[in-house]
Structures are given as C-alpha cells and as structure tokens.
C-alpha cells in the first residue's frame, strides 16, 4: 500500500465503498429474513435468532463505520485534489506576474533611456535655441538699421543691449565693459579708483581689504568699512582731498557693482569736482574718473550722455600720456563700444582700428588686448552683416593662439578652425590634434584665454549660420571643456587669493602698546568680524550670526588684535 499512489488509494477507497455497501444491503436483508422468521418461532429457537439478529446488528453498526470512513477519505482526497488546482493555479500567476515585473523592468529601462535621451535633446535645443535667438537678434538689428537707423535707437531696451553684448564677449575681466552686470574685479577697481596718482602707503592696505571684499561680493562689509574710512580721511584732511576723492570711487565702483546707479553716479561725480580743484581739468585722474562716469551711464543704457564723457577722456589721456598710449587705446575701445550701441559703425570701425594700431606698435601683436581689440572689431563687423571680414579675424585670432601654444601652422599642425573645417569637409573622419593630443587646452592658457573662447563661440555661430554644423560643433566642444577647466581654475585662484589676504593681514599685524583707536566702534567691530571671517573661517563666511561678531569683538585678543591692525594701516589719529 506504501507504494500505491494517491489515485490508486482514491479507486481503492470507491470499490471497497461499494463492496461495503453491497454487503450492508445483503446484511439488511438476512437481518429481515430473521425478524420476519421470529415471529413465527418461539423458546430456544427465537432466542437463538434474536442473538443472530445482534449479531447482524454489530456487523451493520462496522460496515456503516466503514462506509462513512470511505466517504470522508473520499472527500478529503476530493478536497486535497482541489486545493492542488488552486496551487498550481496560484503558481501559474505567480509565474505570470513575475513575467510580467521583467516586462514592466525592460520597459522602464527602455523609459529612461529615452529620458536620458529626451534630457539631452532638450540640452541640445537649448544651446541651439540660445544660438538662434543671438543670430536672430542681430538679423533683426540689421534689418532695423537699414529701415531707419534713428529709430533703432530709441527702440534697443538694455536688456537686449546687455544680453547682445555678453554672447559677444564682453565679460567682466576689465573696465573695457559698459553695461554687462559682474562684479568689478580687484584689479580693475583699484585701477580706476587711484589712476593718475600714488595711493598713500598707510591706505593702500586699507583699499585692498576693501577692494578684496567687494570683489568677492561681500558688500555687508566693504560698504561699511568704505564709509567709515572715507568719515575718517574727510576728518583729518578735509573734504577736498585727492584720497577723499579715490574713497569716494571705490564706494562709487562698489555701489555701482550693487545696482545702486544714482548713488554710484553722486560719489563719482563728487570725486570729479575734488579731483578738478585739486590737479585741474587735464590729469590722469580726471580722465579715470570721467571713464568710469561713462561706463556707468552705458550700464545704465544711456549711451548719449556716455559718449562726451567718454570723448573728454581720451582728449585728456591724448594730451598728457601721447596719442600712441596704451591707455589711449583702452579708451577708445571704450569709445567705440559706446558707439556701437548707438549704430555708429563708421566710426566703431575707426576706433577700433586705431586701437589695435596702438596696440600691436606699443605691446605687440601677441598681446592680450590685441586679440581683445580684434575680437571686439569682429563683434562689429557681424552686427553690420559683414561676415567674411568677421570670420577672417576670428581665424587670425585662433591662428595666432595656436602658433603661440603649439608652433607653426603646418600640414600636420593645424589650428583648430581648419580642424573644424576638415571634419565638415570629410564628415567627421579627421578629428585632428585638438582630440587626439592631451595637450589641446594649451591655446586656452595665458591672458589670450577670454579671447579665445568669445572667437570659438562666434565663429560656431557664423558656422552654423553657413550650414557647418559638424565645424560648429568641433569649436562648442572645445569650449565647453575649456570653460569647465577654467571653473575649476577660478575656484583653485579664489581660495588662493583668501589665503593670501590671510597672509596681507598677518604681515601688518605687530605687537603694539597701543589700545585706543580713532576709528568708532562700529567700525572696529566690523573690522574684528570681516578679519575673523578671512582668516580662521574662510570656507564658513555665511554661517556667522551677528551675536557670533559682538562675542568676538568683546573678547581681550580680538581687540589686541584689532588696535594692532589699525596701527598697521596707520589709521590711528597719530599716524594720519
């Protein structure tokens, strides 16, 4: 029986069932038979067959046992059968939902793939889109200019003017800029604030924290320290002072670095009165004075009022420097930028040209302002239309970076505009050095680097405008990877300069026996903050609250520390 299977028990258990239930009829009947017999018997004999019928009795009582016993196996075999289905009915599904989890896996990693893809189209028509707006607005600028030049002018918002002059190129790396919004660099801001004279000693320390914080857009704490100095300098040596007025630039670049326009054009103004009582009408600080007055009437859009103010400068740098200077040529790069935004192209071109005369006989023809001055008369040249006087001087550009990092220009090393070329021309199948050669990010290296990147990016655009697709998109790789790289310079050069301030500010420190200062306590505390900030937390500037600032001020060494420090710039009403 061990060996039978379940369906042969089941067979089994049905013919003993109905064995049993044959012999349970046959029992019935004898147990009948006997009863209707007993009647007619009497004494032994009955008893004898009442003890059959007992018998009978016990035998029925087994096999009904029995059967009942059959019935139920036969039931739960019926049961055990149906819950079988209902296994194999459950493992079925359990098959077809986990084919179904593969499907709905495949299909999701079909869906984010074509995310990936979509993500990256959008990417790719965003940059297109970005070059078709810039093309499309010198279209319209042209086609507005040959309607009626005068009307155009009055019709340019300074956002469009903004926006046009950035793709062109006109960062934020010099005074050159007349309406592009970036923070005023440290070097360009001193330049502007003390040209035309010495600083003394005992500010120059003073106007360098000033300058490094309002670079570094810290303007919570230049403006105040500005303020406080320019209060101190008026106390000791009156209101008409060349250091007065270099003050009042400073605070003039860095309002003028926050929007703040009127106020900006008040100090600026005011520091051009004091610097005409005080060196006359024809001097180097004059000149720079008036030139930034220019910048910020052009950043303000109002390239008219600019433009005298602008022309009254290069008069004064014409008469006292030589009108072969350099600083000649910067002014009239300013010039002709002015004159650009009002449609004067004739004498754009003009200025231009002389500016790069001046600069190619006085610093050479490898010189960044050259490859600036050539860039900008490009820019010109491509809002007039004249696309192949652009193109050759954005080719002259790249060529000359290329022989400078790489040598000659042979047949074997090629510039990267022929590069570009010949991948249009042989669609794609020479690459040539630029990724070939690790050393292709040479020609972004040096003072040429803006340079360089603003021609790619125009010359892609004129490319694509001629259908050269592929050529178009050899120079907007090469620049984005440049750009990358030059990201990840700035932040290297940032924390650099932090550390250097560092430095500055640990020099100027001395023991003193000294404990009282001129200055008032607002600008001591302020002092004590802004040094805390650049020394011990230079990553963590944000995260200091005011009541972190009062703690430090109050505490013994940080006012040793801040007496130390004024006696160093020589702030103390004794050195003044």
């Not at 006109?170 to 005023?184: A, K, Q, R, S, Y």
């Not at 003390?194 to 000693?201: E, K, L, M, R, V």
Request: hydrophobic share 35%.
């Amino acid at each position: 029986m061990s060996g039978m299977s379940q369906e042969e028990i089941l067979t089994s258990t049905k013919t003993v069932a109905q064995g049993l239930e044959a012999l349970k009829q046959e029992h019935e009947t004898i147990k009948t038979t006997l009863l209707s017999t007993s009647d007619a018997l009497s004494g032994d004999e009955k008893t004898l067959i009442d003890e059959k019928s007992t018998i009978i009795d016990k035998s029925l009582d087994s096999i009904r046992l029995a059967i009942d016993e059959a019935h139920v196996m036969m039931a739960l075999a019926q049961h055990l059968q149906q819950q079988e289905a209902e296994k194999q009915k459950l493992k079925a599904q359990v098959r077809r939902l986990c084919q179904e989890n593969a499907w709905l896996r495949d299909e999701l990693n079909t869906t984010q793939q074509s995310l990936q893809q979509s993500q990256q189209s959008v990417a790719q028509l965003e940059e297109e889109k970005k070059h078709l707006e810039f093309v499309n607005s010198i279209k319209k600028y042209d086609a507005d200019i040959e309607n009626d030049p005068k009307e155009v002018q009055s019709e340019i918002r300074p956002s469009d003017t903004q926006n046009t002059l950035q793709d062109l190129g006109f960062g934020p790396e010099e005074e050159d800029e007349i309406h592009v919004n970036h923070p005023t660099p440290a070097n360009a801001m001193a330049a502007s604030a003390s040209a035309g004279y010495d600083i003394p000693q005992r500010l120059k320390t003073l106007h360098n924290l000033v300058i490094q914080y309002a670079a570094g857009g810290r303007y919570e704490v230049a403006v105040p320290l500005c303020k406080q100095a320019l209060e101190d300098l008026e106390k000791n040596h009156g209101h008409d002072h060349p250091d007065v007025a270099t003050m009042l630039n400073i605070l003039a670049l860095v309002y003028r670095d926050q929007n703040k326009y009127k106020e900006a054009a008040h100090l600026l103004n005011e520091a051009l009165a004091i610097r005409e009582k005080c060196f006359g009408d024809e001097h180097p600080a004059v000149a720079a004075t008036l030139n930034n007055l220019a910048v910020l009437h052009g950043k303000r859009g109002k390239f008219k009022d600019a433009e005298p103010l602008c022309k009254r400068a290069l008069k004064i740098r014409e008469k006292v420097l030589g009108s072969d200077h350099p600083d000649v040529a910067k002014q009239l790069n300013n010039l002709a930028l002015l004159c650009q935004n009002q449609g004067k192209y004739d004498e754009v071109e003009f200025y231009y040209r002389r500016s790069l005369e001046i600069y190619e006989a006085k610093l050479g023809p490898d010189d960044s302002n050259v490859a600036k001055t050539k860039n900008n008369l490009s820019s010109a040249y491509l809002k007039q239309g004249k696309y192949k006087e652009a193109e050759a001087l954005y080719k002259e550009i790249l060529s000359r970076a290329h022989e400078h990092a790489f040598g000659q220009i042979t047949e074997s090393n090629k510039p990267i505009w022929q590069i570009a070329e010949d991948r249009e021309n042989l669609k794609g199948q020479d690459a040539g050095i630029y990724q070939e050669n690790g050393d292709w990010q040479k020609i972004f290296k040096g003072e040429n680097s803006q340079a360089v990147q603003t021609t790619m990016k125009n010359l892609s655009i004129l490319y694509r405008r001629q259908e050269k697709y592929l050529a178009a998109e050899v120079l907007e790789d090469a620049n984005l990877r440049a750009k990358k790289q030059q990201q990840e310079n700035d932040r290297k050069s940032k924390f650099n300069e932090l550390m250097g301030l560092e430095s500055m500010i640990a020099s100027r420190i001395k023991p003193s026996e000294q404990t009282q200062s001129a200055i008032p306590s607002t600008i001591e505390n302020i002092m004590d903050a802004s040094m805390m900030a650049s020394t011990s937390f230079p990553d963590n500037n944000a995260s200091m609250t005011s009541s972190t600032i009062g703690r430090m001020s109050n505490s013994p060494s940080a006012s040793g520390i801040k007496s130390r420090f004024l006696n160093a710039l020589g702030l103390q009403p004794g050195n003044q």
